[in-house]
């Protein structure tokens, strides 16, 4: 029986000079999702973006990332999908908490954040 594992997955175009202040905001997220039960936490700036003859779509390109923004590419790990809702149930209440009902300032344009979940199917 293979061990049923879920992953929240993001990409994201921070602009360089907001970039201490979204590993700040990464560095408290990643201690939040932690503690209420995520298995992992990643957060990673693109470092190799070279087109070659057999992949020429980078993610800058997918994600309309200008010169002065950089792509990051994230992913928390969870359980399954219903641990990822419990998860995520715990930590939207603490932030709601900290931070109250107004959304929180974001240091990039949440129109060009891409997100979507997935059911590992290998690994």
């Known amino acids: 029986m293979t061990k049923e594992t879920y992953v929240d997955g993001f990409v994201i175009s921070i602009p360089k000079k907001n ?5 700040k905001m990464a560095k408290e997220a990643m201690q939040v999702w932690k503690q209420f ?10 470092a190799d973006v070279r ?3 057999i992949v ?15 792509v990051w590419f994230s992913f928390i790990t969870y359980k399954s ?7 995520n149930k715990k930590v939207m209440a603490y932030f709601e908490k900290k931070y109250g009902k ?9 129109k060009r954040f ?3 979940g997935f059911k590992v199917e290998v690994g």
């Open 19 to 23: 970039t201490g202040k979204y590993k």
């Open 37 to 46: 039960g995520a298995l992992d936490y990643k957060e990673c700036k693109i």
């Open 51 to 53: 087109p070659d003859k």
């Open 56 to 70: 020429t779509f980078t993610f800058p390109k997918m994600a309309k990332t200008k010169p002065n923004e950089a």
């Open 81 to 87: 999908r219903k641990h990822r809702d419990e998860v």
């Open 102 to 110: 107004h959304e929180m300032q974001m240091p990039f344009d949440m």
């Open 114 to 116: 891409a997100y979507g």
